[in-house]
């Protein structure tokens, strides 16, 4: 019900944004984005006015082909405008994609003077663009355009054939495979595999002439390779479509007896597909012995890239299949692995290779990410066109693709041959590797269109390597000694991933995130010598913080939270149930259920999947849950065990991560983390006494107030997810008086924000509004996480606040047996007062000379000693501070300077 009520509010503000959009005048929709105020003036319907009644010079043609295809780029939105725009696609196909057309003789030098009923490689490319909008839109584009038939008029001739210029016949050809391949990652298109296959055999036979052939002496060398890289890639989707067969066909049959629809299977089975895996499997085999020449190896990089692609999808689809035979195809792969593929990651140009992944990561470089000053912020997509940096992600010399290909191959290997694995892990060794993964995560990049394209192929390889080294850390010692750092990375990752990687996340979470063998710190003595550490007081003093550690100690509390790892696990990705949607959507599209698969751009870019305080969400979302109900007037006064499960677990694993990984949350400033972890305490009445939360929120708290950590506490600095931090103190400070039951550990919370440095109205409202929480705010001093100095110095500048610890005081509402810490801290603030004798404004003097007068008046002799007498802060004294025996001279002579007529009088009234 909750899913289907957010769902439905998505979609109204959706409606009313855009009624808000429709509503602007164009320049204002285009001063915000440019294709938007563009598509509102009906840009569209010119371009198509001018190619269909101007036909203008082959020039202006290609320019507002191009233009198209920016258009399609921006968004489906786009994409639908450009497929209903009347008569525009049929314009573009009819004129620039014929089946037949005419030679044009030209004299040698001479331009076309018409490109029209000829065909283009561009228009080619747009309707390429528009098919990866969604299955629907690439069925219209293949069915009612018959866009097949162009497809195969383009490849099933050779491109030196094609009536055309050698250059426009290669691009149209590529385009013409590209274009297949988009609707083949839908399941559409694949009966034309078996009509085409001689054709596509034709071309297979050409690849390994690819490898020897010298670049220079064929102008065309270029296109031949992008030309065999289009035709891989469309294998590698017809391939995942028959391997998907199988399963469809046995759904399909049963459909007829349980009378439930079911999508019936494609036109092609795995027996269509298996016989170029052979063949294939020997171009990779030639292009492996390349590697030690370096010019060739350069040349066929790229191809060699989709060759692996090829064959990690092939295996991976091979085991789902009726037909596998476990002993013959693991007999093989061994043979391939150990004759060629294993003697490849001991080669010198794999690891320049990995040596060279920190120049061209986005990760390792976010500057790359950034858009120029000259960037439009209406034109995002500028970011992409133009220059291109010497050290792209995506450039043609970037070890990317390359070893992304490669960690897939042998993450497969992996899961199909549990012998092989720990050869697989060799590639983890590689001191480059190690480098780039160390400072991938010590900054993050910014986030934007330009930087979300690029990241996705990093975070391809990052999640590859992870899942290897998840699958090989109990096989190889090597790979065990870098466990934190494989760890460290992986939870880094977590809360950079964006939309449209909602299965890699959950990949992460539930195979690597929380894998023991990651973490050797719970194995190997890591809770006994946090509590060796607590035991020997390293270091020269300790902690005021750990005085205040509870019971049961905080090794002990690793220890369990290491032991329910398990556990923790399975509540985390429970509560990450609601996105099961788009995980399911991402999933279709990164296994290869092309069958399923709706659309292959990327969901509109919205920031990072997961927050960098996940490991709080449990809480706060529990607490917004909890809020709801209580807003309709229901009250919650227990919660089910499953939630309070979910809020033990999740502070265990933020207790792991502090301890044990603490740099990945140095990020979030610890006024977030207190907010967080004050959600605990909001939420229903006797949340916070369970044991198990008590004693971790007392571990976390003892680590939150360690001196370097509460020296960078700030309350004033806005805080995600929090309006402000004073209205948050006061809903504690509500909830305190309400159901405490003077709990020390919530007390100390509340102590917090109660520092000198902080804001004075934090103070004003507990010792204002909120005077009764006095009476149960009775955290010892000896248990007080931090110094209490940090209370009483400097003196306190706030008048209102200096009047109220002096009523509270006087009036008795505040007693050192009730609350001995802001007992102190009013008297010693008081006394700082009533002794300065700084120059100051008139009413502040008076202020004080009257809070002087009554102090020495005062009929309760122990507090006018306190107030008169105080020395200094000492939590081992029983009142929490030292006092003068005697009063010292510099305040007996501001006592008789301020009080000269009062004193002189007791001296005369006194017997003689």
Not at 103 to 125: C, E, F, H, W
Request: hydrophobic share 40%; charged share 20%; with cysteine.
């Amino acid at each position: 019900d909750e899913e289907e009520e957010e769902e439905e509010f998505k979609m109204k503000q959706n409606e009313k944004a855009k009624s808000r959009e429709d509503k602007k005048a164009d320049p204002d929709v285009a001063r915000i984005d440019a294709i938007k105020g563009l598509l509102k003036m009906k840009v569209l319907h010119r371009l198509r006015y001018i190619l269909e009644v101007v036909r203008p010079a082959p020039s202006v043609v290609l320019d507002i082909l191009e233009i198209l295809i920016r258009i399609a780029r921006h968004s489906s939105e786009a994409c639908n405008q450009i497929l209903v725009c009347p008569r525009l696609v049929e314009t573009i196909v009819s004129e620039f994609l014929p089946s037949t057309w005419k030679i044009q003789t030209l004299s040698r030098g001479d331009p076309m003077t018409s490109n029209y009923s000829v065909p283009l490689a561009a228009a080619m490319k747009l309707i390429r663009v528009l098919a990866c909008t969604g299955r629907n839109m690439s069925a219209i584009l293949l069915n009612k355009f018959n866009m097949k038939e162009r497809i195969g008029r383009f490849i099933a001739q050779d491109p030196g054939d094609l009536a055309l210029e050698q250059q426009e016949a290669y691009a149209l050809s590529i385009e013409a495979l590209r274009l297949w391949a988009v609707a083949a990652n839908y399941g559409q298109a694949c009966d034309m595999y078996k009509d085409f296959y001689p054709a596509l055999m034709k071309i297979l036979q050409t690849l390994p002439n690819l490898v020897s052939q010298p670049k220079k002496e064929d102008p065309s060398f270029d296109y031949s390779l992008q030309r065999a890289e289009a035709l891989v890639c469309l294998l590698i989707n017809v391939t995942h479509t028959a391997g998907c067969a199988f399963e469809l066909q046995a759904q399909f049959t049963s459909s007829a007896k349980d009378q439930e629809e079911h999508i019936p299977p494609p036109p092609l089975d795995w027996s269509h597909v298996a016989g170029i895996k052979p063949f294939l499997e020997g171009c990779v085999k030639r292009c492996f012995k390349e590697i030690s020449c370096p010019a060739t190896w350069n040349t066929v990089r790229q191809l060699t890239t989709t060759y692996i692609i090829y064959l990690a999808t092939y295996y991976s689809k091979l085991i789902q299949q009726p037909s596998y035979r476990p002993i013959e195809c693991l007999e093989e792969l061994e043979q391939f692995c150990l004759e060629f593929l294993f003697p490849l990651l001991n080669q010198p140009t794999l690891e320049k290779m990995f040596e060279d992944l920190g120049s061209f990561s986005a990760l390792c470089n976010p500057k790359s990410c950034c858009l120029g000053p000259e960037t439009p912020r209406s034109l995002v997509s500028l970011g992409f066109v133009g220059e291109v940096p010497p050290l792209n992600l995506t450039g043609s010399k970037s070890p990317f693709a390359f070893l992304t290909a490669l960690v897939y191959l042998l993450d497969t290997i992996c899961a199909m041959h549990k012998g092989l694995a720990e050869k697989c892990s060799t590639i983890l060794h590689s001191k480059g590797l190690r480098d780039y993964l160390v400072h991938s995560c010590k900054r993050r990049p910014p986030i934007n269109h330009r930087s979300a394209w690029l990241l996705r192929h990093e975070f391809h390889f990052q999640h590859f390597v992870l899942k290897l080294a998840s699958k090989t850390v109990a096989l190889n010692p090597q790979v065990a000694q870098q466990a934190p750092l494989y760890h460290h990375v992986v939870l880094a990752l977590l809360s950079l991933l964006l939309p449209g990687s909602e299965f890699l996340a959950r990949d992460l979470l539930s195979r690597v995130a929380f894998n023991q063998a990651l973490i050797p710190e719970g194995k190997f003595g890591g809770p006994e010598a946090e509590d060796l550490l607590y035991i020997l007081q390293l270091g020269a003093t300790r902690d005021t913080a750990e005085k205040a550690c509870a019971k049961p100690t905080r090794g002990t509390l690793l220890g369990a939270a290491f032991n329910q790892l398990p556990t923790i696990r399975s509540r985390y990705l429970a509560h990450f149930a609601h996105l099961q949607t788009s995980v399911l959507r991402s999933q279709n599209f990164y296994t290869g259920q092309n069958h399923l698969t709706q659309s292959v751009l990327l969901p509109e870019m919205t920031g990072p999947l997961l927050p960098a305080d996940w490991a709080f969400l449990p809480l706060i979302n529990l607490y917004d849950q909890v809020s709801r109900e209580e807003m309709k007037g229901r009250t919650v006064d227990s919660l089910p065990e499953n939630l309070v499960e979910m809020v033990s677990s999740s502070l265990q694993w933020v207790l792991l991560l502090e301890t044990w990984r603490g740099g990945l949350l140095q990020g979030l400033p610890l006024a977030a983390k207190l907010a967080r972890l004050s959600c605990v305490f909001l939420t229903g009445n006797n949340l916070f006494l369970e044991p198990a939360i008590h004693d971790n929120l007392s571990a976390l708290l003892s680590i939150y107030c360690q001196q370097k950590r509460m020296n960078s506490l700030d309350l004033s600095t806005p805080l995600p997810g929090l309006v402000s931090f004073h209205d948050l103190y006061i809903s504690l400070l509500e909830q305190f008086e309400s159901v405490s039951f003077g709990d020390q550990l919530f007390g100390s919370f509340l102590l917090l924000p109660l520092q000198r440095r902080f804001d004075a109205q934090l103070r004003l409202a507990v010792f204002g509004e909120h005077v009764s929480v006095l009476r149960a705010l009775g955290v010892p001093l000896k248990q007080l996480p931090i110094p209490l100095e940090h209370y009483t110095q400097p003196m306190e500048t706030s008048l209102d606040l200096l009047r109220q610890y002096f009523k509270t005081l006087v009036t008795c509402t505040l007693r050192l047996s009730w609350c001995p810490v802001l007992y102190v801290v009013a008297v010693a603030q008081v006394n700082s007062f009533i002794f300065s004798q700084e120059a100051v404004d008139e009413e502040f003097d008076a202020a004080r000379r009257s809070m002087l007068r009554k102090s020495y008046l005062l009929a309760d002799k122990v507090l006018r000693r306190h107030l008169l007498h105080f020395k200094l802060p000492n939590v081992e004294s029983s009142t929490g501070f030292d006092m003068y025996e005697e009063m010292p001279p510099v305040r007996h002579r501001w006592l008789q300077k301020v009080l000269g007529d009062l004193l002189k009088l007791e001296k005369e009234q006194e017997p003689q």
